[in-house]
């Protein structure tokens, strides 16, 4: 099997939305990334670092799902990271109450010796200069380096980000952060703009409204399944990285034409992740449930169109 390398935060989240509020729950990029690429045929394994205070029920829920987390690492008498969030009515946007790094603060990452051929690595947001020191680990060049980053780095890690994003093949963002980073408002333009910078592939999130991939000239668009209820946002864009990184590690094709169809994956499982606080609808979530939602993306995607 192919392998993906993973690295992120696992971490706990307080979540407060208009329907509702947790405690301290399963969180972190790279536990969203982990539970979405686990619909996969593949090897995956996490890198990141938590505290002893992470519960023994969570690193089995990660490992029951063959994730492997010989790169976890464990900080005796540490905390695990910690963000709270308040989303507004809307859901797009969230104020974050708390961010508390802990163990996070000091992490040095280790790629375990069988990951170090990765064929597929993910890059989950985390400091630019943890990003990438990961690739210099590497000892085979993976045939895709896919880069997830936000607006706070952008904002106080700038150099690092712009060193990172010239070693990568895709990169990840919401509308905001490609305007932000590009410095232009049309996204064809900022997509453009961000090619310039090293990534082959420049892939847009434009949350309930779809996603955009870019590939020099050509563009393709996948909308948003129209959902009944949408619950909690938060995870969704790792959700849907783990979708895209998970079906692109399985399918060994890089091309533009085969990203089409892991955009397609990764937008159907990031539905399923809003539906319910944190990871709880992806620990429940069912094969069978994904192959019924991705008929509907079938369903509403494809038809024929008669030219006059």
């Avoid at 799902?65 to 790169?71: E, F, M, W």
């Avoid at 499982?269 to 709880?280: H, I, M, R, Y």
Wanted: aromatic share 10%; hydrophobic share 45%; with cysteine.
């Amino acid at each position: 099997m192919n392998k993906l390398l993973i690295v992120g935060t696992v971490a706990f989240d307080a979540i407060e939305t208009p329907f509702g509020k947790t405690d301290k729950i399963l969180g972190g990029a790279a536990t969203y990334i982990g539970l979405s690429a686990s619909f996969f045929n593949l090897k995956a394994a996490i890198v990141s670092v938590v505290g002893d205070d992470f519960p023994q029920e969570h690193l089995d829920l990660l490992t029951e799902r063959n994730i492997d987390i010989s790169g976890l690492e464990i900080v005796q008498g540490g905390k695990t990271f910690f963000w709270s969030g308040r989303y507004h009515n809307d859901l797009n946007s969230r104020d974050t109450l708390v961010t508390e790094l802990n163990v996070l603060a000091d992490f040095q990452p280790k790629v375990p010796q069988d990951y170090k051929n990765s064929d597929v690595v993910l890059l989950g947001n985390l400091h630019p200069l943890v990003q990438s020191s990961v690739l210099d680990q590497m000892e085979v060049q993976p045939k895709l380096v896919v880069l997830d980053t936000m607006n706070f780095w952008m904002d106080c890690a700038l150099p690092e980000l712009l060193d990172v994003i010239k070693r990568v093949d895709v990169i990840t963002i919401n509308d905001e952060e490609a305007r932000q980073l590009s410095g232009e408002y049309s996204l064809v333009k900022a997509a453009a703009k961000i090619h310039t910078m090293g990534p082959k592939y420049v892939v847009i999130k434009k949350g309930e409204h779809g996603a955009l991939l870019f590939h020099n000239k050509e563009v393709f668009f996948a909308p948003a399944l129209p959902l009944e209820e949408v619950f909690d946002p938060t995870g969704a864009g790792d959700t849907f990285a783990g979708g895209f990184a998970g079906y692109i590690t399985q399918s060994e094709n890089i091309s533009f034409e085969n990203m089409k169809n892991a955009i397609i994956y990764g937008s159907n499982l990031a539905s399923f992740c809003v539906e319910k606080f944190g990871t709880e609808r992806m620990v429940d979530l069912e094969k069978e449930e994904v192959v019924n939602r991705l008929k509907q993306f079938r369903a509403l995607t494809q038809f024929d169109i008669a030219l006059q």
